[in-house]
DNA sequence: AATATAATATAGCTATTGCTATAATTAAGG
DNA sequence: CCTTAATTATAGCAATAGCTATATTATATT
């Protein structure tokens, strides 16, 4: 499968068909209605591992917001099913919290491989990755995978170097 | 500038820093702040170069939302200072918005090109460009840029052929 | 066991982003 | 000009995501 020379391709318009752009459009608000739960479940995930507990104050340090804001969050946490309260000794995850927390946590790994394999800095992986994670597709996240994976480093090494 | 070997790279923790990690999510949650008036003005700019014209009811199409929710926003805009409204004539940019615009679209494009690059299909770059536009920081847009200028797609099809 | 500390809960507020239903206004066509 | 159709405005509602201030409760220490 060789792809189109890019200059080939035509050029993006201006404006894509109108079913298709609402369509993204959509797509994206949908994207961003379960940004919350991933971040708040993968650190959740995350602080479990290191310290065998993950509790309101923890988390919201964490977050940078405050501990009311994490137990509002965590209440409708547990409303969906995704962690369990245990009174004053924090929060657990369910299976469903599990397999969301390990999806997004592959998810956020890949995306921080890809864009350290670019050439970014560490602080702008951090960052950067935190936002992105939650826009990458299947299908992009497949391309990035490839790109770290077929050497995409050793090329942007080639490159620099001339 | 040789980069290291991505296997002598230290593969990060789980945790990151807590100061760090807050301030990331800090930061994402500034940029979600942006993202509705970025996509406003954008789409706008668009409707104007196409048609001299940006109506509520055409950008509520292009979003996929309705036009009550396009007149808040607009009336947001307006009070920014980056729309003015002409009374059922639609909206047109202040010199504000053409900047916010032109900067978003420039982002836009290069996300797009670095995306179509890699080989991702025409529609989910359509997608996820919609969303990743809003979370990459300065240097993560320049060595996307440099992707692009580079000859990544060359390198990609070197890849896909073995 | 009493107390101090840490953790959580709750009340009450604000801003944002969406919706439906309906009213008001302007622009266009006859 | 008058009417109709398109466009915009407005009212009222809901969900989400944040905040501060304060009360409550559990844990830990003496
Ligand atoms: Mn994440
Ligand atoms: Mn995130
Ligand atoms: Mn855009
Ligand atoms: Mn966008």
């Not at 890019?6 to 068909?17: A, C, F, I, W």
């Not at 927390?101 to 050439?119: Q, T, Y």
């Not at 970014?120 to 790109?147: M, P, Q, W």
């Given at each position: 499968m060789i792809l189109k020379s890019p200059r080939t391709v035509k050029s993006s318009q201006s404006l894509p068909d109108?079913?298709?752009?609402?369509?993204?459009?959509?797509?994206?608000?949908?994207?961003?209605?379960?940004?919350?739960?991933?971040?708040?479940?993968?650190?959740i995930s995350d602080l479990l591992e290191e310290s065998q507990e993950a509790r309101q104050v923890d988390i919201a340090a964490r977050l940078g917001v405050s501990q009311p804001t994490v137990?509002?969050?965590?209440?409708?946490?547990?409303?969906?099913?995704?962690v369990v309260q245990k009174p004053y000794r924090g929060v657990f995850l369910t299976e469903a919290g599990q397999k969301v927390a390990e999806?997004?946590?592959?998810?956020?790994?890949?995306v921080e491989a890809f864009l350290r394999a670019l050439g970014v800095s560490e602080e702008s992986v951090l960052v950067?990755?935190?936002?992105?994670?939650?826009?990458?597709?299947?299908?992009?996240?497949?391309?990035?995978?490839?790109?770290?994976?077929?050497?995409l480093h050793d090329f942007i090494n080639r490159l620099v170097t001339r």
């Amino acid at each position: 499968m060789i792809l189109k020379s890019p200059r080939t391709v035509k050029s993006s318009q201006s404006l894509p068909d109108p079913t298709a752009q609402s369509e993204s459009f959509r797509a994206n608000r949908e994207a961003r209605r379960k940004v919350l739960v991933e971040d708040y479940v993968e650190l959740i995930s995350d602080l479990l591992e290191e310290s065998q507990e993950a509790r309101q104050v923890d988390i919201a340090a964490r977050l940078g917001v405050s501990q009311p804001t994490v137990a509002k969050m965590l209440a409708r946490l547990v409303a969906d099913g995704f962690v369990v309260q245990k009174p004053y000794r924090g929060v657990f995850l369910t299976e469903a919290g599990q397999k969301v927390a390990e999806e997004a946590r592959a998810r956020h790994r890949i995306v921080e491989a890809f864009l350290r394999a670019l050439g970014v800095s560490e602080e702008s992986v951090l960052v950067d990755a935190e936002g992105i994670e939650h826009y990458v597709g299947d299908e992009t996240l497949a391309a990035f995978k490839r790109a770290i994976d077929g050497g995409l480093h050793d090329f942007i090494n080639r490159l620099v170097t001339r």
